[in-house]
């Protein structure tokens, strides 16, 4: 009975000490300048449209902060050269060519068009998984309602348009893959084009700081489990 007592509090403090790790998928980070995803484990910038306010002196640059796909990966090479926020490794978010090469559009799970595989798209996983936003069409084609960038979390300054990824796209090398945060859908777009910047890093930035209600809960479980410990010497 006691071995069974103290596995029960042993269980509970297990618990305990799990709650307390435990985050939502998104936390902030970097004294609120930063978007942790623990799925992905990695740290967005909170300003969803820094380039607008700080270009780090690349030209080229709209007032509004829209760029060119080569001109993104200036302004970026020029914030690492800063090293913004303490790093020197943002970068674009990744979008991965799946299927045959190229753009392989429909209305789900492929690397273009709308509701995209969030597997191999950061920005789709962001859109979709993290902030539950929704594409114009559902998985099946038809119009769903709700849909749109309704959701921005805890960013700052996100644009319902488009934005550049970092991979070029398909068989050429004047097209970069691009998401669209107004209707869900993604797509390669000529490098051209003036679109906007979401910087993304690896790895988590600052360890998140637990709950006040989780630090009561964790000293709960510990006390249960010394309380169950000196019963068990005592008897």
Not at 11 to 39: C, I, N, P, R, W
């Amino acid at each position: 009975m006691k071995t069974k007592k103290t596995l029960l509090a042993a269980a509970l403090g297990t618990s305990l000490l799990s709650a307390a790790t435990a985050h939502a998928a998104l936390e902030l980070t970097l004294g609120s300048q930063g978007v942790y995803d623990t799925d992905l484990n990695v740290t967005w910038l909170a300003n969803a449209n820094l380039a607008a306010s700080n270009t780090f002196g690349v030209s080229g640059i709209a007032a509004d902060g829209r760029m060119s796909w080569n001109t993104a990966q200036s302004w970026i090479a020029a914030m690492n050269a800063a090293n913004y926020l303490g790093f020197n490794d943002w970068r674009l978010p990744t979008a991965t060519d799946t299927g045959p090469l190229g753009c392989n559009w429909s209305v789900s799970g492929t690397d273009c068009g709308y509701n995209p595989d969030t597997a191999a798209s950061e920005m789709a996983h962001l859109y979709f998984s993290e902030l539950g936003n929704k594409s114009y069409y559902n998985t099946t084609g038809g119009f769903q309602s709700g849909w749109g960038l309704l959701n921005t979390g805890d960013f700052s300054n996100f644009q319902s348009a488009y934005y550049w990824s970092g991979n070029k796209y398909g068989p050429g090398t004047n097209s970069a893959f691009s998401f669209n945060m107004q209707h869900g859908h993604q797509s390669g777009s000529a490098i051209t084009y003036n679109f906007f910047a979401l910087v993304v890093r690896p790895g988590q930035s600052i360890a998140a700081v637990p709950e006040p209600e989780t630090y009561a809960m964790l000293l709960a479980g510990l006390g249960l489990l010394g309380f169950t410990a000196r019963r068990r010497v005592r008897s």
